[in-house]
């Protein structure tokens, strides 16, 4: 039986509107946390958070041109972004401690999700995204890494 080729594109362009919609929202909540974070760790949580969001632009536009060269729309919007995401944007009153605990929980979520993905994107023999999705799996998995630790 032959693979609908539209119902091959909607699932994919739904795993990567979910991750558009993921990285929108932790774009502007790791500028929160940027501007806001104080303490004793000021400086090295400062420029992580930096770090990690410039990662956050960087992911957003690649998966969004992903989603273009499949020809499908990407979500561009923050009311798309919150509906769809599953990271909640940051509150305005995380304690420091609570920022870096939230960003690895979020990234643990991220995790899970690509790895769904790539499920999506591996039985329908999309290579560029189950490539793209891996790649993104590897990054987060070492950011929890550190972000752990710095907890401990």
């Not at 999506?120 to 993104?136: F, K, N, P, V, Y």
């Amino acid at each position: 039986m032959a693979t609908d080729v539209s119902q091959v594109a909607k699932s994919v362009t739904s795993v990567l509107n979910t991750q558009i919609a993921n990285w929108g929202v932790l774009y502007v909540k790791l500028h929160n946390y940027h501007w806001y974070v104080s303490g004793p760790n000021f400086y090295t949580l400062h420029a992580t958070f930096e770090q990690l969001y410039n990662e956050a632009a960087q992911y957003l536009d690649e998966l969004a041109e992903r989603l273009l060269a499949l020809k499908q729309k990407p979500l561009a919007t923050m009311r798309e972004y919150l509906e769809k995401a599953s990271i909640k944007e940051a509150t305005g009153s995380e304690s420091t401690e609570s920022m870096v605990k939230t960003i690895a929980d979020d990234f643990d979520t991220l995790i899970a999700e690509t790895k769904e993905g790539l499920k999506i994107a591996e039985s329908q023999q999309d290579d560029a995204t189950a490539d793209m999705l891996t790649s993104i799996r590897q990054s987060l998995e070492k950011h929890v890494w550190m972000l752990r630790s710095f907890l401990k």
